[in-house]
């Protein structure tokens, strides 16, 4: 079982930055690891993701404006935000697979008022 903890979300006025980060309770360095979003009446979205040889892929809406990193030996992702947009504003969920089984975290709120 593995458990990824998210930090970092709260509100910013758009146009403004936040950073979140991901911390797993087991090693991840041979796995990727993702960030998706949610909000209400709509589907969880992809945002970004990077695999663990450092390879990133970023979801339509947020390339440019979003960067994902990671520390390794930290087994910890982040995900620095910038230029917010209210359609930003949504549930931020961490992920990874391990094992060949996903796993999620508990999500954080991001919210962008305009």
């Known amino acids: 079982q593995v458990q990824l903890v998210e930090s970092g979300g709260g509100s910013v006025q758009a146009g403004g930055s936040l950073g979140l980060s991901c911390t797993a309770s087991t090693s991840t360095s041979a796995s990727p690891m993702a960030w998706y979003r949610e909000n209400p009446g709509n589907e969880r979205e992809f945002v970004a993701r990077?695999?663990?040889?450092?390879?990133?892929t970023y979801g339509d809406s947020v390339k440019g404006r979003f960067s994902i990193s990671r520390d390794i030996p930290k087994n910890t992702a982040y995900l620095q935000m910038k230029d917010l947009k209210p359609e930003d504003t949504g549930v931020y969920f961490c992920n990874t697979i391990v094992g060949g089984v996903p796993y999620w975290g508990q999500g954080t709120q991001v919210t962008v008022f305009s």
């Open positions: 990077m695999l663990s040889r450092g390879y990133t």
